[in-house]
């Protein structure tokens, strides 16, 4: 198989692994799917609230550690994802991420916070006495 070095649009491609998805159109979907999801698990990552208040600096601070090991790698497998220069792969990645941020990210689904500080400046991941989400927001 043909590693290609513009963006190209078919079933036909390697995606991740050698030999995967292959020719069939039922695992070229199957990737498709799976891409998306790893996009949208880092999106969950990074406005998820997995650590208790409660909990002590150094456990919480190892979580948050293994929490970011995580999202990085999976991030980081989107972006090989997206290498195949694939464009079902490419807007599959994007999907993801962009209804991963709509669904855990922006306001739709926020009941009691409105996102908008009083200097007009959105404050999502930041909040009295620490950080709204367990991690930062990936930045470049």
């Given amino acids: ?9 078919g079933k036909d491609a390697l995606i991740l ?7 069939r159109t039922e695992m070229y979907v199957l990737a498709l799917v799976f ?4 996009a949208f698990l880092v999106e969950w990552l990074s406005g998820c609230r ?3 208040k409660d909990a002590g600096r150094v456990g919480a601070g190892l979580i948050q550690t293994a929490m970011h090991g995580v999202r ?6 989107v972006m090989l994802a997206v290498m ?13 991420h962009a209804v991963g941020f709509l669904v855990f990210g922006s306001r739709v689904f926020k009941k009691d916070d409105d996102g908008v500080g009083l ?8 909040r009295a006495g620490g950080l709204r989400s367990d991690l930062p927001p990936i930045s470049c």
């Fill in 1 to 9: 198989m043909m590693m290609h070095m513009t963006f190209y649009w």
């Fill in 50 to 52: 997995l650590i208790r």
């Fill in 72 to 77: 990085a790698g999976l991030a980081y497998m």
């Fill in 35 to 38: 891409v998306f999801l790893l």
């Fill in 84 to 96: 195949s220069f694939n464009g079902g792969v490419f807007l599959a990645a994007v999907a993801g």
């Fill in 17 to 23: 692994f050698s030999g995967w998805p292959g020719t």
């Fill in 119 to 126: 200097d007009g400046g959105d404050y999502r991941h930041r």
